[in-house]
């Protein structure tokens, strides 16, 4: 058992999810882990049968799992920031993520996931290990 009960599956190398993960720093029981780690692919694997390189919030409390712009729009609400942000953020997601990855040199394009869904059964048997490798959020981009 762990203290985390969200957890941010994001890409390391990408400063825009990076931003998402710190903007969670003062939500309690949210920890990040970066996607390339192995509990993190264990959890995507066994959620979507692969693991899409994309932006992932899953909250062991409601059983969701938040993918691509919905991720970005929950983290959003999260945080605590206002809904125009949040439809902002939610809306311009795949355009905000090309253009920080064009600034910065960042290879990669994120797969199209996109949405909220059940947890599965084995993604819910996956996120212990995934919250057990967490670490909150404020330490992200160190």
Same mark, same amino acid.
């Given at each position: /058992? !762990? ?11 990408c400063p825009f999810c990076s931003a998402a993960a !710190? ?15 192995? &509990? ?11 693991? &899409? ?42 355009? /905000? ?6 600034? !910065? ?6 797969? &199209?996931?996109?949405?909220?869904y059940p947890m599965a059964d084995g993604a819910a ?18």
């Open positions: /058992m !762990t203290d985390y009960h969200g957890v941010l599956v994001y890409d390391g190398e !710190t903007a969670l720093r003062r939500v309690e029981g949210v920890g990040a882990v970066e996607w390339a780690d192995d &509990p993190a692919q264990a959890f995507l694997a066994a959620q979507f049968g692969e693991a &899409p390189f994309a932006l992932v919030f899953a909250d062991e409390r409601e059983c969701r799992v938040y993918v691509g712009r919905e991720a970005a729009r929950e983290l959003c609400d999260r945080a605590g920031m206002p809904v125009l942000v949040q439809d902002i953020v939610g809306d311009n997601y795949e355009s /905000m993520a090309d253009a920080v990855r064009t600034v !910065t040199g960042v290879e990669g394009d994120p797969d &199209p996931y996109h949405g909220e048997e996956a996120f212990d290990e995934l919250a057990a490798n967490a670490w909150h959020t404020a330490k992200v981009g160190r």
